[in-house]
Structures are given as structure tokens and as C-alpha cells.
């Protein structure tokens, strides 16, 4: 008589070799705590931080526009919009101290990388959606009264006119009333053809910090309402420093409501057209 066999059940298998390596949610976690126990390695931090000051103003012969606007103490959130991966040193570089910011959980899915990233004040988020982990790391590091670097852009864009920016930014800013430095770079974008790194100038420019009243929990509505504020301000650096201005659209924070964006477009409603009809 043949015995009949339970069905062999085995866990799914990962979609592919990218999402194999993807880091647990424990990994990440780690490195969260990370920046907010141990902060950067002062020892690797501050020397590669010289070396790189020295090649930014000899080879990229970078120019800081502003840097009078930035307190040097006490918390301080900084948006820039973003061309490269060069981007956070630059940006970095702007404040006499150790800055933090978001970089993409794909970045540590390497053990060396990642060990240097959160060395260097990087801690992960994931870009899918809104990364509770990652606003609450942003926010524990400001209420200690450090520096975060956000790119409102969520990621790199390619030459042309400024992306769209997402309201985690301006939900930072609503939910820790700390000030927000609006900053653009420029330049950067032509650095890198492949591995070659080209000499070209970068320039940045600070505007005047912005200051916004606290709300305990910032609403999607009033989160892209302070971030199109934000951008504004980032696009007029952008614009000063030479750079190609966004259409009008482009300005309006993702998740936005419709009637914001038809008055960021300056289209009328539809309620005003029938009647003009």
C-alpha cells in the first residue's frame, strides 16, 4: 500500500538577486540606532571630510554662496535639491559640523558601504512610500540639536529644470519647528561620466532659513502646502545660480491636493468654467 506524503511547503523565494540582498527590516533598524547612539566616527568623519574640502575647491573649484545664513549651532534642517552622489558632502561642507541624511536602503545592502555610509552620518529609507523609521530618526537627531539633510526630490535628477519634491520635508519641519535652510547646488551633475570624475565647477547657494509654527501631527494638506514653500525657496537659489527654471506645475509638492495644484498651474476650477461657460 503506498503512503501518501505531505506536500513539501518551502518559503517564498526572493523575486530576484537585488531583493535577496535587500536588508531586513533588522539590519536597517540597526543602523537607525546607530546614528542615534553613536552619532558619526569622528576619527574617519573629520579627515575624510578634509580631504574631500580640498578636492572640492581645488578640482571642482566649488564657491559657497550664503554660508552667513547658517546658525552654527543648535538644530537645523537642510533641502537641497539633488544631481549627484556627490550632493550630501557638498552640502555637508556648508556647516562646521557633522551633518545626517537619508540615503536609500539599497545603498546598504553591501556591508562595507554601509559600514562607511553610517560611519559617515548616512542612515537608510526606504523610497517606496513614507518611512516612518526614517522621519523618526530625522526627528530624534534634530531634537538632540544636529543637522539633517533631506532631497526633497527623493532622488537624483538629471540635467534640466528642477523634480518635484515630496512633503516629508515639510512634515520635518511642522513636526520639529526647527528652521530649514532652502539650498541649491550646481555642477555636480556634470562630474561623473561613468567612473570618470571631470573637473567642473560646483556652486551652492543658501537662502535665508525658513521658520514654520509646530504642529504635534503635520496633515498631508499642511505638509505639502510648507513643502511648496520649501521648493520655492530652493528654486529661487536654483534659478540664481544659473539653472534652467521649472515650469510652473512642476513646483507643486506630490500628493497635493487637486485644487492646490490647479492654483500652483493657475488653471480655474472647474466650477468657475461652467459659469464662465
Known sequence: MRQRTAPIVEGRKPASIAEARRP????????HQRALARGVNPFLYWPIRALLQLAFFSYFRMQRIG???????????LAANHRSFLDPFVVGMLVRRPVYFMAKREL??????AWLLSSLGAF??????GDE???GTARAILARGDCVVVFPEGTRVRPGPLGAPRRGVGRLALETGVPVAPIAVIGTEDVRRGWRVRPRKVRVRVGRPLRFPMAETASPGL??????RIWACVSLQWVWLGGVAAPRERHT?????????????????PQREAHAA
Open 24 to 31: 531586513a527590516g533588522s539590519e536597517l533598524s540597526a543602523f
Open 67 to 77: 554660508r552667513e545664513h547658517l546658525p552654527a549651532r543648535g538644530p537645523l534642517l
Open 108 to 113: 546598504f545592502e553591501k556591508r562595507w558601504q
Open 124 to 129: 537608510p529609507v526606504d523610497r517606496g512610500g
Open 133 to 135: 523609521a526614517a522621519i
Open 223 to 228: 505638509a505639502a502646502a510648507v513643502t511648496e
Open 253 to 269: 509638492p506630490a500628493g497635493a491636493t487637486p485644487a492646490r495644484r490647479r492654483r500652483a498651474t493657475g488653471q480655474a476650477s
